[in-house]
């Protein structure tokens, strides 16, 4: 399984950085070890698509409607029309800034999926819960509220671990501690889905950079990253991509 390095560009980005991407990441794209998505605002992904065909673009959210009166909103069908085949959900800063509920992500999951989109499904938890202890109780919680019966059928979705407490400070989990949720979230998957839940990516996401990026990938049930700020340096996303585990290479076992 190729791993998947997913660039999330958040409320940034300009028509200057799509050209900047389709000069230095678009010809070095097909020589990398991975995957990768690409998920700018959403007045971006058609030019982004136009400038790099054959990379993946993704959304940063979508409504759970086909349509209707939902001003400042976007429907999974209306990224699709614009290039997309991703979209992020159930981010930790949707979660907060827009009150979003696990059943609110579900129904978003659902609408993206009926719309042809992989969905790319957000879990973490925050410093207070990772300090009593209670990380795997939230984030596993997360993970069977948000995810329908059905997220295994046709496309089959995407899963992103970002502890809140990680994500833009510059902080980042123990290798162990990485390792163990991605551990627990698979075994959550496979307990839930069977032998589908094994086929599906795992992705860490929080503080992931150029300096750490190889040590994450390498560890076990990592599929990918999620990446935040350094996804708009070219050279910075570039080296996280390059960074990837091949295919037919083994992962580091991790001491617990």
Not at 28 to 50: E, F, G, K, W
Not at 73 to 80: E, T
Not at 186 to 212: D, E, Q
């Amino acid at each position: 399984m190729r791993q998947i390095i997913i660039g999330n560009w958040k409320m940034n980005g300009s028509r200057a950085l799509v050209d900047e991407m389709a000069r230095e990441v678009y010809a070095r794209a097909a020589s990398l070890p991975c995957d990768l998505v690409l998920c700018p605002p959403a007045t971006l992904i058609a030019p982004l698509a136009q400038a790099l065909p054959g990379i993946a673009i993704g959304g940063q959210d979508c409504h759970e409607r086909v349509s209707g009166a939902h001003t400042g909103d976007i429907a999974a069908g209306m990224l699709r029309e614009a290039g997309a085949s991703h979209v992020i959900l159930g981010h930790s800063e949707r979660r907060a800034d827009h009150g979003e509920s696990d059943a609110k992500v579900r129904a978003k999951v659902g609408a993206a999926r009926a719309a042809g989109l992989t969905p790319i499904v957000c879990v973490g938890e925050d410093e207070a819960a990772r300090q009593a202890g209670r990380a795997d109780a939230v984030v596993l919680g997360q993970l069977a509220a948000s995810l329908p019966e059905d997220f295994t059928a046709g496309v089959v979705g995407l899963v992103a671990y970002e502890p809140i407490w990680a994500i833009g400070s510059g902080r980042i989990p123990s290798e162990a501690d990485i390792a163990a949720m991605h551990g627990a979230i698979r075994a959550a998957l496979r307990a839930r889905f069977g032998a589908a839940g094994g086929a599906i990516a795992i992705l860490y996401g929080g503080s992931v950079k150029p300096a750490n990026a190889a040590a994450v990938l390498a560890l076990p049930e990592v599929g990918g990253a999620l990446v935040g700020g350094a996804s708009l340096v070219p050279g910075d996303f570039l080296a996280i991509a390059g960074a990837a585990m091949a295919p037919a290479l083994g992962r580091t076992p991790v001491a617990g």
